[in-house]
């Protein structure tokens, strides 16, 4: 168990809706990232967020968009469905805060993921 | 772009020998290295990683090297274990990048009895 908790586990839409993820972080973690897992792809980095600030983006779609709320969770939300967006969502935790220096925020600790399909 | 390459999709190995995954990167940028394993619906699990500083760093029977000129980078697992069959993956991480890791596409490893 990796202390990184998504909800919910699946999910099930029609193309054209809009859905949310949640991610909890590991206790004491700041650094929230999301991943996106398509079939037989590796994993492309979508966003981070850092202490509730968006620190870096990937090749995260302007469909969808992301915060992290005061309490560290995070919230992917992902809208105007296409069958293309079906995947596995991942959520990552890290960082032990900004002292360690940037390597610090690589070891990364992922949730279970959330399997969305799209019909 | 994919910056980070695993050329091997699937590997089968015996129980007991060496299994060997390799993965190549493009970006000279990337000063650091990981490896993370994952089972069927579980999330990925950080491994082993190695700085571009070292050429190896060990732990266990997981031994990562790095090849900086020839920008390639091999993960070693000495013996093979039925419980490492699992898809390993390759990630890379530039200094100024916080934490934007580059994940190759993945080597399904097959332990064998």
């Known amino acids: 168990d990796s202390g990184v908790t998504q909800t919910p586990k699946h999910l099930i839409t029609a193309t054209g809706q809009r859905v949310t993820l949640r991610c909890s972080p590991r206790?004491?973690?700041?650094?929230v990232y999301w991943y996106q897992q398509s079939l037989d792809q590796g994993l492309q980095f979508l966003i981070q967020?850092?202490?509730?600030?968006?620190?870096a983006k990937g090749n995260i779609l302007e469909r969808f968009s992301a915060q992290q709320f005061p309490d560290l969770h995070s919230e992917l939300n992902l809208s105007s469905l296409e069958l293309g967006d079906s995947a596995l969502y991942f959520c990552?935790?890290?960082?032990?805060?900004?002292?360690?220096?940037?390597?610090?925020?690589?070891?990364?600790?992922f949730g279970p993921g959330t399997r969305l399909t799209v019909l | 772009d994919q910056q980070v390459k695993q050329n091997s999709p699937s590997l089968s190995v015996q129980e007991g020998r060496i299994s060997i995954l390799n993965c190549d990167y493009t970006?000279?940028?990337?000063?650091?290295f990981l490896w993370y394993k994952k089972y069927p619906a579980e999330g990925p699990t950080f491994l082993i990683s190695?700085?571009?500083?070292?050429d190896k760093n060990e732990d266990g029977r997981f031994t990562v090297f790095l090849n900086k000129s020839a920008k390639h980078l091999s993960l070693h697992i000495v013996p093979s274990q039925p419980g490492d069959s699992a898809v390993y993956f390759c990630?890379?991480?530039?200094?100024?990048?916080?934490?934007?890791?580059?994940f190759g596409a993945g080597t399904q490893v097959v332990v064998t009895p």
């Open positions: 990552a935790s890290s960082g032990p805060g900004g002292l360690a220096g940037p390597n610090a925020y690589n070891e990364q600790f």
């Open positions: 206790s004491g973690d700041l650094s």
């Open positions: 967020y850092y202490n509730g600030e968006e620190r």
């Open positions: 970006n000279s940028m990337f000063d650091y």
């Open positions: 190695i700085s571009s500083i070292k």
């Open positions: 990630a890379a991480s530039a200094d100024t990048s916080w934490g934007k890791l580059q």
